[in-house]
Protein backbone atom coordinates (compact mmCIF):
# COMPACT_ATOMS: atom_id res chain seq x y z
CA UNK A 1 0.00 0.00 0.00
CA UNK A 2 1.02 3.56 -1.01
CA UNK A 3 -0.31 6.75 -0.72
CA UNK A 4 -1.68 8.03 -4.21
CA UNK A 5 -2.74 10.88 -5.51
CA UNK A 6 -5.00 10.34 -8.34
CA UNK A 7 -7.14 12.49 -11.29
CA UNK A 8 -10.33 12.04 -13.20
CA UNK A 9 -9.98 12.51 -15.93
CA UNK A 10 -14.01 12.83 -16.91
CA UNK A 11 -14.41 14.87 -13.96
CA UNK A 12 -11.58 17.42 -14.95
CA UNK A 13 -12.42 17.77 -18.25
CA UNK A 14 -16.23 18.15 -17.59
CA UNK A 15 -14.79 20.83 -14.62
CA UNK A 16 -13.24 22.68 -17.83
CA UNK A 17 -16.72 22.74 -19.71
CA UNK A 18 -18.08 24.39 -17.28
CA UNK A 19 -16.12 27.01 -15.71
CA UNK A 20 -15.32 27.23 -19.49
CA UNK A 21 -18.96 28.44 -19.62
CA UNK A 22 -18.68 28.79 -23.67
CA UNK A 23 -16.37 31.95 -23.27
CA UNK A 24 -13.08 32.70 -24.49
CA UNK A 25 -10.75 31.09 -21.88
CA UNK A 26 -6.72 31.45 -21.38
CA UNK A 27 -6.43 28.54 -19.92
CA UNK A 28 -3.23 29.17 -17.26
CA UNK A 29 -1.37 26.10 -17.23
CA UNK A 30 1.94 27.82 -14.97
CA UNK A 31 3.91 25.55 -12.43
CA UNK A 32 3.26 22.23 -14.65
CA UNK A 33 -0.43 22.74 -15.14
CA UNK A 34 -0.65 23.27 -11.33
CA UNK A 35 0.39 20.61 -10.88
CA UNK A 36 -1.87 18.75 -12.48
CA UNK A 37 0.37 17.64 -15.27
CA UNK A 38 0.93 19.76 -17.95
CA UNK A 39 0.44 17.67 -20.89
CA UNK A 40 -2.30 15.66 -19.45
CA UNK A 41 -4.38 19.56 -19.09
CA UNK A 42 -3.61 20.68 -22.25
CA UNK A 43 -4.89 18.15 -23.87
CA UNK A 44 -8.06 18.01 -21.44
CA UNK A 45 -8.88 21.85 -21.85
CA UNK A 46 -8.30 21.53 -25.88
CA UNK A 47 -10.81 19.01 -26.01
CA UNK A 48 -13.33 21.38 -23.86
CA UNK A 49 -12.74 24.46 -26.26
CA UNK A 50 -9.58 26.21 -25.08
CA UNK A 51 -7.19 26.99 -27.51
CA UNK A 52 -4.92 30.18 -25.65
CA UNK A 53 -2.71 29.16 -23.05
CA UNK A 54 -0.60 30.95 -20.74
CA UNK A 55 2.58 30.20 -18.12
CA UNK A 56 5.48 31.66 -16.41
CA UNK A 57 8.02 30.01 -18.41
CA UNK A 58 9.67 29.28 -21.44
CA UNK A 59 10.60 25.81 -20.66
CA UNK A 60 6.67 25.27 -20.26
CA UNK A 61 5.47 27.50 -23.02
CA UNK A 62 7.98 25.07 -25.50
CA UNK A 63 6.35 22.17 -24.17
CA UNK A 64 2.39 23.50 -24.93
CA UNK A 65 3.60 24.63 -28.36
CA UNK A 66 4.74 20.69 -28.72
CA UNK A 67 1.39 19.57 -27.22
CA UNK A 68 -0.70 22.06 -29.25
CA UNK A 69 1.31 23.12 -32.26
CA UNK A 70 -1.79 25.39 -33.52
CA UNK A 71 -2.25 27.32 -29.92
CA UNK A 72 -2.04 30.64 -29.12
CA UNK A 73 0.72 30.44 -26.25
CA UNK A 74 1.34 33.83 -23.77
CA UNK A 75 4.19 33.50 -21.62
CA UNK A 76 3.75 36.11 -18.38
CA UNK A 77 6.88 36.62 -17.32
CA UNK A 78 9.61 38.60 -19.77
CA UNK A 79 12.66 36.22 -20.98
CA UNK A 80 15.68 37.08 -22.71
CA UNK A 81 16.05 33.93 -24.86
CA UNK A 82 14.96 36.00 -28.02
CA UNK A 83 15.46 33.56 -30.59
CA UNK A 84 13.54 30.99 -29.10
CA UNK A 85 10.59 32.83 -28.19
CA UNK A 86 10.53 33.94 -31.75
CA UNK A 87 11.35 29.94 -32.98
CA UNK A 88 8.00 28.56 -30.66
CA UNK A 89 5.95 31.65 -32.16
CA UNK A 90 5.29 32.51 -28.05
CA UNK A 91 3.74 35.57 -27.37
CA UNK A 92 5.30 37.53 -24.42
CA UNK A 93 4.82 40.75 -22.31
CA UNK A 94 6.05 43.50 -22.11
CA UNK A 95 6.78 44.33 -18.80
CA UNK A 96 8.01 47.96 -18.76
CA UNK A 97 9.70 51.25 -20.74
CA UNK A 98 13.33 49.97 -19.49
CA UNK A 99 13.20 46.29 -21.47
CA UNK A 100 11.55 48.18 -24.29
CA UNK A 101 14.43 50.01 -25.14
CA UNK A 102 17.28 47.85 -24.07
CA UNK A 103 15.57 45.14 -26.13
CA UNK A 104 13.93 47.12 -28.97
CA UNK A 105 16.18 45.12 -31.98
CA UNK A 106 15.78 42.02 -29.88
CA UNK A 107 12.17 41.56 -30.32
CA UNK A 108 12.12 42.13 -33.75
CA UNK A 109 8.72 39.64 -34.84
CA UNK A 110 8.03 39.05 -31.60
CA UNK A 111 4.05 39.52 -30.36
CA UNK A 112 4.61 41.09 -27.23
CA UNK A 113 1.57 41.92 -25.04
CA UNK A 114 1.44 45.51 -23.47
CA UNK A 115 1.60 44.80 -19.48
CA UNK A 116 -0.45 47.68 -17.39
CA UNK A 117 1.38 47.16 -13.47
CA UNK A 118 -1.82 48.08 -11.06
CA UNK A 119 -1.95 47.43 -7.46
CA UNK A 120 -0.17 44.35 -7.44
CA UNK A 121 3.27 46.23 -8.53
CA UNK A 122 4.74 42.89 -9.88
CA UNK A 123 5.71 44.23 -13.25
CA UNK A 124 4.42 46.09 -15.68
CA UNK A 125 4.16 49.78 -17.33
CA UNK A 126 3.04 52.43 -14.56
CA UNK A 127 0.38 54.16 -16.32
CA UNK A 128 -1.10 55.65 -19.13
CA UNK A 129 1.90 57.85 -19.79
CA UNK A 130 4.52 55.09 -20.10
CA UNK A 131 1.87 53.31 -22.66
CA UNK A 132 1.35 56.40 -24.88
CA UNK A 133 5.38 56.51 -25.06
CA UNK A 134 6.13 52.84 -26.05
CA UNK A 135 3.29 53.36 -28.66
CA UNK A 136 3.99 55.80 -30.23
CA UNK A 137 8.01 55.32 -30.26
CA UNK A 138 7.06 51.68 -32.01
CA UNK A 139 4.87 54.10 -34.27
CA UNK A 140 7.48 55.90 -35.32
CA UNK A 141 9.71 53.00 -35.90
CA UNK A 142 9.86 52.33 -39.64
CA UNK A 143 11.82 49.36 -39.18
CA UNK A 144 10.42 46.06 -41.29
CA UNK A 145 11.18 43.79 -38.35
CA UNK A 146 9.76 45.47 -35.02
CA UNK A 147 8.25 43.76 -32.73
CA UNK A 148 4.64 43.21 -32.73
CA UNK A 149 2.18 44.36 -30.60
CA UNK A 150 -0.89 41.84 -30.47
CA UNK A 151 -1.88 42.59 -26.95
CA UNK A 152 -1.79 44.55 -23.75
CA UNK A 153 -3.43 42.99 -20.10
CA UNK A 154 -3.06 43.53 -16.53
CA UNK A 155 -3.66 40.97 -13.86
CA UNK A 156 -5.93 41.76 -10.20
CA UNK A 157 -4.03 41.34 -7.39
CA UNK A 158 -7.29 41.76 -5.33
CA UNK A 159 -10.16 39.95 -6.96
CA UNK A 160 -10.65 37.07 -4.30
CA UNK A 161 -10.97 39.93 -1.07
CA UNK A 162 -14.69 41.67 -0.08
CA UNK A 163 -14.32 43.25 2.17
CA UNK A 164 -11.81 45.91 0.91
CA UNK A 165 -12.38 48.20 -1.78
CA UNK A 166 -8.88 47.33 -3.99
CA UNK A 167 -10.57 45.04 -6.66
CA UNK A 168 -12.99 48.00 -7.68
CA UNK A 169 -10.33 50.34 -7.31
CA UNK A 170 -7.77 48.19 -9.52
CA UNK A 171 -10.44 46.96 -12.17
CA UNK A 172 -11.78 50.76 -12.63
CA UNK A 173 -7.89 51.64 -12.92
CA UNK A 174 -7.13 49.20 -16.07
CA UNK A 175 -10.60 50.11 -17.90
CA UNK A 176 -9.66 53.48 -17.85
CA UNK A 177 -6.55 52.95 -19.27
CA UNK A 178 -7.63 50.61 -21.71
CA UNK A 179 -11.03 52.45 -22.60
CA UNK A 180 -8.79 55.72 -23.17
CA UNK A 181 -6.67 53.91 -25.54
CA UNK A 182 -9.50 52.33 -27.43
CA UNK A 183 -11.05 55.48 -27.94
CA UNK A 184 -7.89 57.10 -28.84
CA UNK A 185 -8.09 54.31 -32.06
CA UNK A 186 -5.73 52.02 -30.55
CA UNK A 187 -6.99 48.26 -30.80
CA UNK A 188 -5.23 45.02 -29.83
CA UNK A 189 -5.80 41.36 -31.15
CA UNK A 190 -5.94 40.64 -27.38
CA UNK A 191 -7.17 41.71 -24.09
CA UNK A 192 -7.43 39.80 -21.14
CA UNK A 193 -7.42 40.59 -17.15
CA UNK A 194 -9.70 38.58 -15.64
CA UNK A 195 -8.58 35.88 -13.35
CA UNK A 196 -10.60 32.91 -11.99
CA UNK A 197 -11.64 34.81 -9.03
CA UNK A 198 -12.55 38.10 -11.68
CA UNK A 199 -13.88 35.78 -14.31
CA UNK A 200 -16.46 34.72 -11.22
CA UNK A 201 -16.99 37.83 -9.84
CA UNK A 202 -18.41 39.17 -13.13
CA UNK A 203 -21.01 36.66 -13.53
CA UNK A 204 -18.19 34.11 -15.65
CA UNK A 205 -18.15 36.29 -18.30
CA UNK A 206 -15.27 38.03 -20.07
CA UNK A 207 -15.33 42.00 -19.44
CA UNK A 208 -16.32 44.32 -22.22
CA UNK A 209 -13.93 44.66 -24.85
CA UNK A 210 -11.72 41.86 -23.66
CA UNK A 211 -10.79 38.76 -25.79
CA UNK A 212 -10.01 36.09 -23.16
CA UNK A 213 -10.18 35.38 -19.11
CA UNK A 214 -6.78 34.52 -17.98
CA UNK A 215 -7.82 31.45 -15.71
CA UNK A 216 -6.08 29.20 -13.36
CA UNK A 217 -7.59 27.96 -10.39
CA UNK A 218 -11.22 27.15 -11.43
CA UNK A 219 -9.92 25.12 -14.12
CA UNK A 220 -8.35 22.71 -11.47
CA UNK A 221 -11.07 22.66 -9.12
CA UNK A 222 -11.00 24.72 -6.05
CA UNK A 223 -13.37 28.09 -5.86
CA UNK A 224 -11.31 31.11 -5.68
CA UNK A 225 -13.55 32.18 -2.78
CA UNK A 226 -16.31 31.20 -0.60
CA UNK A 227 -19.62 32.49 -1.67
CA UNK A 228 -18.99 30.33 -4.65
CA UNK A 229 -21.07 27.60 -4.29
CA UNK A 230 -19.14 23.70 -4.37
CA UNK A 231 -21.39 22.75 -6.87
CA UNK A 232 -19.97 25.35 -9.44
CA UNK A 233 -16.76 23.64 -9.51
CA UNK A 234 -15.81 20.11 -8.99
CA UNK A 235 -12.97 18.44 -7.88
CA UNK A 236 -11.15 15.89 -9.99
CA UNK A 237 -8.02 15.17 -7.76
CA UNK A 238 -8.39 12.69 -4.81
CA UNK A 239 -5.35 12.53 -2.17
CA UNK A 240 -5.64 9.10 -0.53
CA UNK A 241 -3.75 7.12 2.30
CA UNK A 242 -4.66 3.93 3.61
CA UNK A 243 -4.49 2.75 7.78
CA UNK A 244 -1.83 0.56 8.50
CA UNK A 245 -3.18 -0.70 11.86
CA UNK A 246 -4.98 0.57 14.63
CA UNK A 247 -3.70 0.82 18.13
CA UNK A 248 -5.33 1.62 21.19
CA UNK A 249 -3.93 4.21 23.68
CA UNK A 250 -4.36 5.37 27.10
CA UNK A 251 -5.02 8.39 28.94
CA UNK A 252 -2.02 10.06 29.39
CA UNK A 253 0.03 8.71 26.74
CA UNK A 254 1.88 9.95 23.87
CA UNK A 255 2.11 9.47 20.34
CA UNK A 256 4.11 10.50 17.88
CA UNK A 257 7.35 12.33 18.32
CA UNK A 258 8.27 14.52 21.18
CA UNK A 259 4.84 14.34 22.83
CA UNK A 260 2.79 14.87 19.48
CA UNK A 261 -0.04 13.99 21.14
CA UNK A 262 -0.97 13.14 24.16
CA UNK A 263 -4.40 10.51 24.54
CA UNK A 264 -7.10 12.08 26.97
CA UNK A 265 -9.22 9.10 27.70
CA UNK A 266 -8.71 5.46 27.77
CA UNK A 267 -9.29 2.80 25.05
CA UNK A 268 -8.78 5.07 22.14
CA UNK A 269 -8.06 4.20 18.68
CA UNK A 270 -5.38 5.65 16.63
CA UNK A 271 -5.30 4.44 13.00
CA UNK A 272 -1.55 4.85 11.80
CA UNK A 273 -1.92 6.06 8.11
CA UNK A 274 0.90 5.48 5.46
CA UNK A 275 0.91 9.19 3.95
CA UNK A 276 2.57 12.24 5.75
CA UNK A 277 4.13 15.49 5.42
CA UNK A 278 6.94 13.71 3.48
CA UNK A 279 4.66 13.31 0.25
CA UNK A 280 3.34 16.83 0.80
CA UNK A 281 0.60 17.05 3.55
CA UNK A 282 0.85 20.48 5.26
CA UNK A 283 1.22 21.03 8.90
CA UNK A 284 -1.44 23.27 9.07
CA UNK A 285 -3.77 20.98 6.43
CA UNK A 286 -3.04 17.94 9.98
CA UNK A 287 -5.05 20.33 12.42
CA UNK A 288 -8.50 19.36 10.63
CA UNK A 289 -9.88 16.29 9.34
CA UNK A 290 -9.72 13.05 7.31
CA UNK A 291 -12.01 11.21 5.47
CA UNK A 292 -12.36 7.05 6.13
CA UNK A 293 -15.57 5.20 4.80
CA UNK A 294 -17.01 8.68 4.37
CA UNK A 295 -16.50 9.95 7.42
CA UNK A 296 -14.32 12.40 9.03
CA UNK A 297 -12.33 11.81 11.79
CA UNK A 298 -9.34 14.43 12.82
CA UNK A 299 -6.12 14.21 12.51
CA UNK A 300 -3.80 13.64 15.90
CA UNK A 301 -0.40 13.77 14.53
CA UNK A 302 1.80 14.45 11.41
CA UNK A 303 5.46 12.32 11.10
CA UNK A 304 7.40 12.80 7.57
CA UNK A 305 5.57 8.87 6.53
CA UNK A 306 2.69 8.36 8.58
CA UNK A 307 0.19 10.18 10.71
CA UNK A 308 -2.40 9.40 13.55
CA UNK A 309 -5.96 9.40 13.42
CA UNK A 310 -8.24 8.77 16.11
CA UNK A 311 -10.79 6.57 15.04
CA UNK A 312 -13.52 4.42 16.02
CA UNK A 313 -14.59 0.53 15.76
CA UNK A 314 -15.84 1.08 12.12
CA UNK A 315 -12.42 1.78 10.99
CA UNK A 316 -9.80 -1.06 10.32
CA UNK A 317 -6.36 -1.79 8.96
CA UNK A 318 -6.54 -1.59 4.91
CA UNK A 319 -8.83 1.07 4.74
CA UNK A 320 -8.41 4.35 2.76
CA UNK A 321 -7.90 7.28 4.11
CA UNK A 322 -8.89 10.64 2.59
CA UNK A 323 -7.08 13.63 2.74
CA UNK A 324 -8.52 15.35 -0.09
CA UNK A 325 -11.17 14.64 -2.87
CA UNK A 326 -14.60 16.13 -3.84
CA UNK A 327 -15.89 15.75 -0.75
CA UNK A 328 -13.27 17.08 1.54
CA UNK A 329 -11.49 20.14 -0.93
CA UNK A 330 -8.79 21.47 -1.10
CA UNK A 331 -10.89 24.56 -1.09
CA UNK A 332 -12.33 24.07 2.17
CA UNK A 333 -9.35 24.02 3.62
CA UNK A 334 -8.35 27.52 1.81
CA UNK A 335 -11.05 29.10 3.60
CA UNK A 336 -10.04 27.19 6.75
CA UNK A 337 -6.38 28.97 6.58
CA UNK A 338 -4.84 26.20 5.76
CA UNK A 339 -3.15 27.79 2.59
CA UNK A 340 -3.87 28.68 -0.87
CA UNK A 341 -5.05 26.31 -2.87
CA UNK A 342 -1.96 26.42 -5.08
CA UNK A 343 -0.23 26.18 -2.39
CA UNK A 344 -1.76 23.11 -0.72
CA UNK A 345 -1.43 21.57 -4.55
CA UNK A 346 1.56 22.94 -4.72
CA UNK A 347 2.58 20.85 -1.73
CA UNK A 348 1.97 17.67 -3.15
CA UNK A 349 5.25 15.47 -3.25
CA UNK A 350 5.17 13.97 -7.02
CA UNK A 351 7.71 11.67 -6.28
CA UNK A 352 6.12 10.00 -3.12
CA UNK A 353 2.93 9.82 -4.06
CA UNK A 354 1.53 7.06 -6.82
CA UNK A 355 0.31 9.17 -9.13
CA UNK A 356 -2.58 8.40 -11.58
CA UNK A 357 -5.57 9.48 -14.58
CA UNK A 358 -8.46 7.04 -14.13
C1 LIG B 1 -1.62 32.56 -11.79
C2 LIG B 1 -2.07 33.66 -12.63
C3 LIG B 1 -3.39 33.70 -13.13
C4 LIG B 1 -4.44 32.69 -12.76
O1 LIG B 1 -4.93 32.96 -11.47
P1 LIG B 1 -6.04 32.01 -10.80
O2 LIG B 1 -6.38 32.73 -9.56
O3 LIG B 1 -5.39 30.69 -10.56
O4 LIG B 1 -7.16 31.94 -11.77
C5 LIG B 1 -3.73 34.72 -13.99
N1 LIG B 1 -2.83 35.69 -14.32
C6 LIG B 1 -1.57 35.70 -13.83
C7 LIG B 1 -0.64 36.78 -14.21
C8 LIG B 1 -1.16 34.70 -12.97
O5 LIG B 1 0.10 34.72 -12.48
Redesign the pocket.
Known amino acids: MTAIWSVDTEVFYQNAVKVRNEQSIMA?V?NNA?HYGLEFSVKEFLKAGIQTF?T?SLKEAIRVREIAPHATIFL?NAVYEFDTVREYEIHMTLPSLTYYYEHKEDLRNIHVHLEFENLLHRSGFKDLEELHEVLEDHAQNKSDNKMIISGIWT?FGY??EFDVPEYDIERQAWLNVLNTLLDEGYSFDMIHAQ???S?YREGQVVLPHHTHA???????GSR?YSKLKESEIQQSLTVKGNVIQVREVNAGDYCGYSFAYEATKNQTQLAVVDIGYGDGILKSRAQHEAMINGKRYPIRALMMSHMFVEVDNEVHAQDEVVLYNNDIRIDEFTFKGVGA??EQLSAMNHDSLIKEYI
Not at 214 to 220: K, P, S, T
Open positions: VKYSTMHADNSAFRVGIALYPNS
